[in-house]
């Protein structure tokens, strides 16, 4: 597939504290501007699989926010796949479409819409094709897992630690098999709540992280003003931008592990920036709307 690119920057940036250690990201954000970059990791093999397998149809699910379905209809565009996204909640379908599912569609993704209910027991409302591939939420599998790994390269060997922020934890665990001998993988749940059934634990190795479930900030895409303020104010140091539901909350995590003297001196951190900055505008609009602090798009 193309739309891998060969050469990610690492960056070096400023956090409060951090002057005896030192901090950089991966700017996995920098590829496109709706699609966050680790997503392509975790289509990669999947695609390259349904191919082989000669799928014409690639079927995926998600939410109506789903950061996965737009770039799984992205992806299968580039990659000449039909694509269907089964979204969860059946009372979207006579509804306006917000920008998420815009881009799915002019991608030429097809929408299903389903209840709750269907969705939570994966059942398709259509039969499936022996020609249609499916790909689990969010990636979530050994294809997404192996896509992962290649998010590190050899020239990331000089870092001590990789921090990086756990949604379905794919790409995690996929992080979590590609370390370098020295390297300890630091996990930041933006989840509230036990992550027992997660599918981090089933792919990751186990003796490589280390997860901290603190740092959800109030729960998955809850953005309080405290949240808003390290987003801008990291925006104001190092010229650009963190989402606030995945990598705001982990640079938050971070930053407090910095100033808490988890870290020894002159350690270097790697910390992966996924992209996800199209769910700044939505959050603006739900800020404004309860006149709370908004997040800044512009110096
Ligand atoms: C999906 C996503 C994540 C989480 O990745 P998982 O593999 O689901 O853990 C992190 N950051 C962004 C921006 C994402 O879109």
Not at 176 to 189: C, E, G, I, K, M
């Amino acid at each position: 597939m193309t739309i891998l690119p060969t050469q990610i920057k690492n960056q070096r940036v400023f956090l409060p504290g951090c002057d005896r250690v030192s901090v950089s990201m991966k700017r996995l954000d920098l590829w496109h501007p709706v699609v966050s970059g680790n997503k392509f990791f975790k289509l990669k093999y999947n695609l390259e699989a349904a191919s082989k397998m000669g799928a014409k149809r690639i079927v995926t699910f998600g939410g109506a926010f789903s950061n996965h379905i737009a770039a799984c209809a992205y992806a299968c565009n580039n990659a000449g796949f039909e694509s269907v996204g089964i979204i969860r909640g059946e009372e979207l379908e006579f509804q306006e479409r917000n920008a998420t599912l815009r881009f799915a569609e002019s991608c030429g993704m097809q929408l299903q819409f389903v209840s709750r209910e269907i969705y939570s027991k994966k059942q398709l409302p259509f039969k499936i094709a022996s020609t249609d591939f499916i790909i689990p939420e969010g990636g979530a599998n050994e294809w997404g897992v192996q896509g992962c790994r290649e998010i590190l390269s050899e020239s990331d060997s000089k870092f001590d630690f990789i921090a990086v922020s756990l949604g379905t934890g794919i790409t995690a665990a996929g992080l979590s098999h590609a370390l370098f001998p020295q390297q300890q993988l630091l996990v930041f749940s933006a989840l509230k709540g036990a992550l027992t059934d997660s599918d981090f634990f089933t792919f990751a190795d186990a003796k490589r992280y280390r997860l901290f479930e603190q740092y959800h900030c109030g729960g998955y895409a809850k953005c309080p003003p405290e949240l808003v303020h390290f987003i801008n104010d990291f925006y104001k140091q190092n010229g650009f931008l963190l989402d606030p539901i995945y990598t705001g909350k982990m640079m938050f995590g971070l930053g407090d592990l910095v100033q808490n003297g988890f870290f020894k001196n002159g350690a270097k951190i790697l910390a992966i920036h996924t992209g996800g900055l199209q769910a700044i505008s939505g959050m603006n609009a739900r800020l404004k709307a309860n006149e709370l602090l908004e997040i800044q798009t512009e110096l």
